[in-house]
Structure formats: structure tokens, C-alpha cells
């Protein structure tokens, strides 16, 4: 607060010039790009059967990978926060892994234990099941990538938090389940929507690991990010950036529920 005002109103201007040029710009130009051709141009690469297709898929995918994720992290952070056991520090790292492993890779590890000619293919094969080059294979691809948001989220939550009142519902005659359900959860609740949106958030928008192990079938496998590629490529700019709107309407979403989130969890404190 001691700082002169010029110095202030420097810092204040790189940081607002950076975030135009860097987040502002690049959002209205999608939007720019997507509106050129006219609004009924915009609502036609959205009903288009292909986009449709990849709308759905990414839907379904979130659907799935999301719910799982976060029963994960809860029993991750639960079990990392409230008890000591050998090992406790690896589980961390493991938990954080996701974060350091490029997706990419990610993609072509699972291509490698599932493919074709991988160990268990043949048995794959053989008995009609598919994973790479189909919804399963984008499934997990998916859930590896988005594996820590929710855990992560909880856990700092949770150790932020104590176990007081834990321990007092213990105290008072409650079993497990009840200490769960009346006091943990309610405690916890933003966080986890917290991680839960941030989790769907990246689950929608992922694009290198289930590039990898989708096969870009069009209407089969290929989610929103998939299909914007595919039509990019193709020099059909209106309609790849109109399906990408609907990425950046996630993210405004993301943003928003994150700051209602933040808003409640000060106002019930």
C-alpha cells in the first residue's frame, strides 16, 4: 500500500494488457469467427450430425468419467486426510501424476496396454470387446487425465478443515456412515462441487489423450475438441469455431459456478 500510485497503475495495466491479449482476444475472436457467416450459419454446424454425434459422446463421456472421479476423490481424500498408513506419500504422487504425464502420452499408454497387439488384445478380440478406437478407450483416456481435480481439491480442503468435529459426532454415538453423511459431507460440500466442475470442465475440453485412442471415426469417436479439429483441417472455419463456442461456454460457465461456489462457501463460513 506504501507504493506510489504509478507504480500501482503500471502493474494493474501489464496485468489487464496480458489478459486481453492472452484470454480476451482469443475468446472474441472465436466468437468473431463463428457469428462471420451469420447466426443461421452458426446454429446449422451445431445441428449438423456429425457435431450432434460429438456433442453427445463428449456428454456421455463427462456423464460417466465425472461422477466416477469423484467418488474416487472423496475416498482419496478421505483416506489421505483422516488416516496414516505405509505408503501414504506415494499415493499422493500417484494422485498427482496425471498432472505430469502429457496427455499425449496418456493416450499412447493406453493404446499400448489396450491395442490390438498389446498382452491382453487377443483375449480382447476374442471375446468382442473393444477399447481403443471406441467409447471405452476415451472413457478411461479421459478419467486418467482428470483422475486428480476433485481428490486434489478435497484433500487440501480436508486437512484445511481438521477432524473436530469428526470426532465429536464419534464422541456423541454416531457410526461411520452418520459421521459421513451429517458432518464430513456437509463440510466439504463446495469443495467437492469445486472439483466436480473443474473435473467436467477438463473432461469436456480434453483433446490429446483421446485423440489418441479414439481413431477420429466421425460420429462413432470424435468429441467436440475431435470434431473442431476435423473441421479446421478442412478450411471450414465458420463451423469449427462454432462447435468451439460451445467450449468457451463451458469454461464462462466453469468460471461462474466457480465464483458462486467461492461466494457461498464465504457467506455459510
Request: some cysteine; overall charge positive; charged content about 15%.
Amino acid at each position: 500500500m506504501r507504493d506510489p500510485k504509478w507504480v500501482r497503475w503500471i502493474l494493474i495495466g501489464v496485468v489487464v494488457a496480458f489478459l486481453g491479449v492472452v484470454v480476451l482476444l482469443p475468446v472474441a475472436t472465436i466468437f468473431a469467427e463463428a457469428l462471420a457467416k451469420g447466426v443461421g450459419v452458426y446454429f446449422a454446424a451445431l445441428r449438423e450430425p456429425d457435431a450432434r454425434d460429438a456433442i453427445l459422446l463428449t456428454l456421455e463421456t463427462a456423464a460417466i468419467v465425472v461422477p466416477v472421479n469423484t467418488v474416487f476423490g472423496v475416498a482419496a481424500a478421505w483416506a489421505i486426510a483422516r488416516f496414516r498408513f505405509p505408503g501414504k506419500n506415494v499415493l499422493t504422487t500417484l494422485i498427482d501424476l496425471p498432472f505430469a504425464v502429457s496427455p499425449v502420452i496418456a493416450g499412447m499408454i493406453f493404446v499400448l496396454l489396450f491395442g490390438a497387439k498389446s498382452v491382453v488384445g487377443p483375449w480382447l478380440v476374442d471375446h468382442g470387446l473393444k477399447i481403443v478406437f471406441a467409447v471405452p478407450g476415451i472413457v478411461i483416456a479421459t478419467m486418467f487425465v482428470t483422475l486428480p481435480f476433485v481428490a486434489r481439491e478435497l484433500l487440501a480442503f480436508m486437512q484445511a478443515q481438521g477432524q473436530d468435529d469428526e470426532e465429536a459426532a464419534l464422541t456423541l454415538g454416531a457410526s461411520g456412515w452418520q459421521m459421513f453423511f451429517r458432518v464430513t459431507l456437509p463440510n466439504i460440500k463446495w469443495g467437492l462441487l469445486y472439483g466436480m466442475i473443474l473435473c467436467n470442465a477438463r473432461a469436456m475440453g480434453e483433446f490429446g489423450a483421446v485423440s489418441v485412442v479414439s481413431g477420429h471415426i466421425r460420429g462413432k469417436t470424435n468429441t467436440i475438441p475431435l470434431h473442431v479439429e476435423i473441421l479446421y483441417n478442412e478450411y471450414n472455419f465458420a463451423a469449427a469455431f462454432a462447435v468451439a463456442s460451445l467450449l468457451v461456454w463451458v469454461a464462462v460457465a466453469t468460471v461462474a459456478v466457480k465464483k458462486l461456489i467461492a461466494w457461498r462457501g464465504r457467506t455459510t463460513a
